[in-house]
DNA sequence: AATGTAGTATTGTATTACTATTCTGCCTGT
DNA sequence: ACAGGCAGAATAGTAATACAATACTACATT
């Protein structure tokens, strides 16, 4: 029996506005994605056992091996488990690795609801406002000629994807600056809410917001400058509640 | 290359049979620790090639089908990243999921260095002011009274497991009662691992350090209690500042 | 020298076969 | 009739082999 070779149609619709783009879509990824999007938007919810491997192999067209290969991935990022004869099931969703980018953007993807928005919000006020006051007292100035780079870049930045870049490296930075390795594991999660927030409303757009938001964030930057950790973690506050509020607000809308 | 069918079959056997002890243990983990701490333990640092297939295989002494699905669970979790022909390669520090469990407890068995405690200890600053902070105003009675029979039971331990079962319940059910299913995951994941590692250096054996951070404990837990969002963040970082202290202080002691 | 092209080494995918695990149900002995 | 064990079946785990796709190397052609 002979596998059909497909053709390279994903299809696949841009996760996200700064997500790094392989240059091949594999067969592998393409059957990670599939059953991960189907285990985050319920098709599979935590508790059910999955399909077995020669239904899913029928199902996505592709030989064992790539299925057990992708069956691995998400097993590696905690979303299931399987045993022998017992079946591939799906973990509670505590399990799950939340930080980790694909399951970020299997979120997007599948539409986040505003509770999700809301605990992503709480998380990065705990975790951005610790790294951001760290990152006043430990930052170099090279650092923060970065962030001041990052802020003027979305100052004239021409649309909404370098709009996001700048936004996205300006937090990179931060976290960097903090000097601890786990704060800038939170980026794929800030960029999840940056791609959500700016997928139909920009502040590109609207030049009154965008000048809101950029001054926001410059207020961030020079309180980092300034070695001023207090006034670092209220600044930054605001433009968490900001993004959230954007994303929050659109949802709301329609 | 090509396996030896008599002998490789016959030491598989063997293999097999002692490893029917532990009947949860599969191939595919032992290759995936392996070469995650590997990994994690500088012998392949980031940037570095990882030996190819073949090679690998040799040194496991598995199959290609199962040092395969070791690697696409490495891929999985950001460690490292394969192309045909170029090969398999260390992924940047900073791509590293460094919140999987996995990834997490290598760290632990290379030996944390006290730049990775600490790190870890403003992780949980970060997370776990804001979790105890919003679970003081939506905390419930019962919670309240789950927490305060954990404190209980921390003062009471007759031994360092049954007293870090209650520390971790301790924590875990602060956890909860933030209401945000993720800062529950983090936290639970991160305190899990530190206890894991640290079940040696319990204050159980000296009653003067233990009253103080059984104290420490129930002063946390009336704040929140008293619904006292402030006074409980500030009761909460002392918990876990003493924590760092011990891990940190025992570390330097050997 | 620049460019193309064949060779080659490495990972990606397919296929088949067998092993290990454990659930189901029959079957045997009392 | 019932308890216990034994055989079969279903499913994931592992092995082995073959070929495809990719991209580096080196040589050949212009």
């Known amino acids: 029996m002979e596998m059909k070779r497909r053709s390279g ?8 506005a700064t997500r790094r783009q392989l240059p091949v879509r ?19 919810p935590p ?22 290969e992708a069956l691995k991935a998400l097993s590696a990022k905690n979303l299931i488990t399987s045993r022998a004869r017992i079946g591939t099931v799906v973990l509670p969703r505590r399990e799950w690795s939340l930080f980790d980018p694909d399951v970020l953007s299997w ?47 979305m100052a004239v930045a021409a649309n909404t994807a370098d709009f996001a870049r700048s936004d996205l490296e300006f937090h990179r930075t931060v976290a960097e600056a ?19 927030a700016f997928t139909i409303s920009s502040p590109v757009d609207d030049s009154e917001a965008r000048d809101v938001t950029v001054n926001h964030h410059r207020r961030v930057a020079e309180s980092i400058g300034a070695r001023d950790a207090e006034a670092a973690r209220a600044a930054m506050r605001v433009v968490i509640m900001e993004g959230f509020d954007r994303a929050a607000g659109r949802m709301t809308a329609e």
């Open 9 to 16: 149609s994903t299809g696949r619709a841009v996760a996200s």
């Open 178 to 196: 903090s000097g601890n390795p786990f704060m800038a594991s939170i980026t794929g999660l800030v960029d999840l809410v940056l791609a959500t």
């Open 26 to 44: 594999t067969l592998q990824s393409q059957v990670v994605d599939g059953i991960g999007i189907g285990i985050i938007g319920g098709e599979f």
């Open 47 to 68: 508790g059910a056992t999955l399909p077995s491997d020669a239904a899913l192999q029928e199902r996505f067209e592709v030989s064992r091996t790539v299925l057990r």
């Open 107 to 153: 979120h997007f993807e599948t539409g986040p609801d505003i509770a999700f928005l809301r605990s992503l919000a709480e998380i990065r006020i705990g975790l951005e406002l610790e790294s951001v006051a760290l990152a006043a007292e430990r930052r170099s100035d090279a650092q923060l000629a970065v962030m001041r780079a990052c802020v003027d870049g």
